[in-house]
């Protein structure tokens, strides 16, 4: 069982920035690719990034190209969204992840993923 836990979400106004982790078992950074998904309100849920570090890749969305960088923190075993820039839009549920290796699988198969976490909430507001 691979537990994946997500943390960081919180409220902000627009223009800000928010960090967020995802919490993976030691072994899994070097042989699984961690995407992130948000789901925002009344909206299907939708691939947000993708990190393989065994291969090299890394996925973002278009629209947070720029202002979204995914980064590993191997001391800590977690898979970091640095958020900056934020609208109103970015708004949602915010989830990691992985099943396996390959961000082609990852993140445009998400339903390939057996291990989710339980989401943290992202709210950018005035």
């Known amino acids: 069982q691979v537990q994946v836990v997500e943390s960081g979400g919180g409220l902000v106004q627009p223009g800000g920035s928010l960090r967020l982790s995802c919490k993976v078992p030691?072994?899994?950074?070097?042989?699984?690719?961690v995407a992130w998904f948000r789901r925002a309100p009344g909206q299907e849920r939708e691939g947000i990034s993708c990190?393989?570090?065994?291969?090299?890749?890394?996925y973002y969305k278009d629209f947070v190209k720029g202002r979204f960088t995914i980064s590993i923190d191997n001391a800590k075993n977690t898979v970091d969204l640095q958020m900056s820039s934020l609208k109103p839009e970015d708004t949602g549920v915010y989830y990691c992840?992985?099943?396996?290796?390959?961000?082609?699988?990852?993140?445009?198969?998400?339903?390939?993923?057996?291990?989710w976490g339980q989401g943290t909430q992202v709210t950018v507001s005035s």
């Open positions: 992840a992985t099943d396996g290796p390959f961000c082609s699988v990852r993140y445009y198969r998400p339903w390939e993923n057996k291990y």
């Open positions: 030691d072994f899994t950074l070097d042989h699984y690719a």
């Open positions: 990190i393989d570090k065994a291969n090299g890749h890394i």
